[in-house]
């Protein structure tokens, strides 16, 4: 049976981002988030039957969540695979919609990695193979794949700092929130200047350290319709794909091509498109290395071509395809992980800008976990 | 009843006597991280080449090399390049593994000077 279009986004809202005040918890936010996302289509708290939810810092997510709504859903997930996680809970929510064992799913997730700070937000499990050499993680893993993306297809310093680069003109340029964390003006110049994290990236290829998160509200499409009525543009789900290679970054089988081409695949595949199709792109952007990676694994240029892609000025305002559009985590926000603020915006951009065709990628752990989906509009059903 | 060895406890047993051990899958292909009925243990000859690297610089402490380093058999691993600073170290250069107590790091060696002449 083919999902494709069968279940609609109706509501998608961001929580509070960037610095909350003290005392605030991440199911706080995720319940914020959810609150504004369900007011977006007349639901309440009380219609939830389907609980999704991931963080680093809950490790009973979906439970503690549940209990800051003070709802008893019938169905929850607590699915963990890093900032991949909401797009793996919405191809399982749409599944349950689909046979019927829920009717309004909530996807939600926050995070106060700012104010607990990272190492308490994030725990890292201790590998015996990779610990005793102390390596920083997540970085380091991003920076090994950098330098091997840098020795098969000699990518410069210059075309990892262009995503950095856009990120920030998205950020400067985006109307549709305030809410971006960095919008000084930043050229390339500045991210190689930027002192050295874990070489080959430095600060400035790294993504914001802030708090926030986001919510999704998932339902069928008719319910939608009936929800929303006809003068709300639709957001259906038309493809995804969930992708695992490893676990830990000295077992992944490739270093410069990851589990986003079989995500990816099969996203297109159910979704009947292909990469030239997708007008607008949220792919997860940790470190700079990362978008240039996932447009060659998802079909946006031939492998190897990304740093020569991203320095064309292919993605950033007024480029052939939009990327990360809010400024993504490196300009915008990045609570943790960041799928859900990814998601928000891809559904911003089919309900509130009329692109057809969104696309959002997300990515977790050490290049580990991929899930893609292809939003579309009415007009793609 | 006898209760099978972890694979972690048998590879530590091995690195305490200076052993690099990994194992074969019944399909030849060799397999690291060590995992629960993967295939038979053998070792390491301990040569290989740098297959990706960074430099770590800890904002209080001096900056160190994280490398993957893939060995002569087949397989990779996390170590750490020693004998020169951590930016010298070079995706491709040959390397001998050595031990820091049960923990394995490798030595660029010259490839002139590999005696098993491996690419």
Known sequence: MSLRAQVAIAGAALSDMGAVPEGTTPAGLAAQAARRALGQCGLGVQDVDGLFAASTQLPWASVTLAEELGIRPRVSDSTQVGGSSPIAHLNHARALIAAGQIEVALIAYGSTQRLVGRAAASVQEVDPYEAPYRPPLPIAAYALAASRHMHEYGTTPEQLAAVAVSARAWARAWEGTPAAWSTTPLEIADVLAAPRVCDPLGVRDCCLVTDGGGAIVVVARERARELLGPAVPEVLVLGIGEALSHRHVSSMPSLTTTAAVESGARAYAEAGLTAADVQVAQLYDAFTITPIVFLEDLGFCPKGEGGPFVASGAIAPGGALPVNTTGGGLSFQHPGMNGLPLLVEGVRQVREVGRDVSLVHGNGGAWSSQCTVLLGSGATA | ?119
């Open chain 2, 1 to 119: 009843m006898e209760l099978d060895p972890a694979p972690s406890a048998t590879w530590l047993a091995h690195a305490r006597e200076g052993r690099l051990a990994y194992q074969v899958a019944p399909d030849g292909t060799a397999v690291f991280r060590p995992r629960v009925g993967a295939g038979a243990w053998a070792i390491s000859t301990g040569r290989g080449r740098v297959h990706a690297t960074c430099t770590v610089r800890p904002r209080d402490g001096e900056p160190y090399d994280v490398s993957l380093v893939d060995l002569d058999e087949g397989f990779r691993m996390m170590s750490r390049v020693v004998g020169v600073a951590p930016e010298a170290v070079r995706i491709g250069a040959r390397v001998q593994v050595e031990w820091e107590g049960d923990v394995p790091v490798f030595r660029p060696v010259a490839d002139g000077d590999d005696p098993a002449g491996a690419s």
